[in-house]
Structure formats: structure tokens, C-alpha cells
């Protein structure tokens, strides 16, 4: 309860808030996170499979499927309440910047601006071989995933796989609001995977105000480190609420 309040508080004067989100922001929109024992994707598929250039290159067509039902997923899911107070704080604070690891878009569906997608985009397909996006393709064949109009290479999804280098500039977008924010809210993310699970500690280590909210944080923390066990799409909107009562 003491850190609600304190919380409130931190939100009503950060002049810059940093939001690193995870797959547990869209668990209440219906997408399954990876990690989470039973319903996590990781519990049933294999990454290394599934999300790995190795992968791609032994099962393309696999993998093409497995995200076109992904991507059927995500078109037929709303973004929560916890996406949409994110795209209001947005309105409410001096300056934020939204990283994601989602590839889901429902942070953009909710009203965010112009989140930073570390991991790409579901939603885009690019050439495996020349790495540009492509935007219209025949799908009309036999054949999948499609082939690339330019080169006739496979068609991919945009985003990033296991072993891949992560957007240039988003990283370094990523890395500069770590440094430079005043508060750093870490939301839905189990932490583990590098380099999104690096930032809160920059952030920590440059003096900012940092945040944890999942459903599986144990350790015990005091000021400036915060750790909070809840839902975002319920937590979040309450927050708001409460910061900004009008
Ligand atoms: P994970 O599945 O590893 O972690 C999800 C986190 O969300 C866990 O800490 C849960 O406790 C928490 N959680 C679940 N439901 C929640 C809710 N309603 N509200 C708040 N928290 C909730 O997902 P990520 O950390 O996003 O990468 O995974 C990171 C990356 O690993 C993904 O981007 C993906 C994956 O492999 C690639 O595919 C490259």
C-alpha cells in the first residue's frame, strides 16, 4: 500500500518516465506470454525451432505458419486497460518514452505514439534475404512462406529471433531513455532476456527511480528500487486514477 502511494506520487512529478513493456502487458488481451508455466508459448513450442535462424532455414514453412497464427491472434485481440492508461500517462507526463519487446502493435492500437519495438513487428514481413520490408506479396500459391517479389527469396516476419541483433537505433533510443529518465517502470517483463533485461539497471545506475511490476517478483526491494506483484491492466488504470483524479 506504502508503495502505491509513493508511486503516485513518483508519476505526479517525474519529468521523464521510461516503460519498458513485456509480453504480460497484452496476457490480459488473450496473447500468450512466453515464459508463464502452462500457458507460456516457451511451455509448448520450442524457441529454438520456432524463433531461431537455424530454425527458419530447416522449416520455413513452419515458422511462416506459426506466425500467421500468431498474427491471427493479434488482429482478433483488443488492447487492455493497461496498454491504454500506458498511452495516457503518456498525455499526463512532461516526456515518455515507451520501449516494448511486444511485436503485438496493441500498444500503438491503445494510442501510444511511438513506442520503441525491440523486437520488430508481427504485423511486417520482410525479405530473408535482403532484410527490407515488403509490403504486398502473392500468397495465392502452394508455396510458403511466399517468395520475395524482388529476389525470390522466402518471405519472413519482421522480428527479432534468437541469436538476431536487435534495431540499431532502437537499442540506442532504448539505452539513451534508460539514462536519462527519472523514473523507469518495468512492466510484464520476466527480465531475462538481453538486452531489454539490462535496462532497468542502467536506468537504476544513472539515478533514476526504478519499478518493477509483474506477476512473479520475489525479491524484497526499498527506495529506489520498487517491486510490485499485480496485473498491469488492473494496477495501471488505478494509478492513474489516483494521480491524476480528473
Ligand atoms: P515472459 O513470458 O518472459 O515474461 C512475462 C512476464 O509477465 C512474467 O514476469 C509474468 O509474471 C508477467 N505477467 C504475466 N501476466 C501479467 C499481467 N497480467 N500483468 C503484469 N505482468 C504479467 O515475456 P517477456 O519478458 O516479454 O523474444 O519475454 C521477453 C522476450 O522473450 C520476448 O520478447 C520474446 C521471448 O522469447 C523474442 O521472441 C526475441
Redesign the pocket.
Known sequence: METHTDLIELLQHARHVAVL?????S??SGIP????AQT???AQFD?EEL?SPAGFRRNPRLIWEWYAWRRELVAKAEPNP?HLALAELERRVPRLTLIT???DGLHQRAGSAAPIE??GNIGRVTCSAEGVVIEQWDEAGDELPPRCPRCGAHLRPD????G?LLPEEAMAAAWDAARSCDLFLS???????EP??SLPRVALQSGATVVV?????TTAARPPLYTIN??????LPKLLRAAWPT
Open positions: 513493456t513485456g509480453a504480460g502487458v496476457a490480459e506470454t512466453f515464459r508463464d507460456g508459448m516457451w524457441p524463433a493497461g519487446q511486444n511485436v525491440l523486437h522480428v527479432v529471433w534468437f538476431e512492466i510484464g517483463t520476466s527480465g531475462l532476456v531489454a533485461a511490476i509483474n506477476l512473479d517478483v499485480a496485473r498491469s491492466g488492473e494496477l
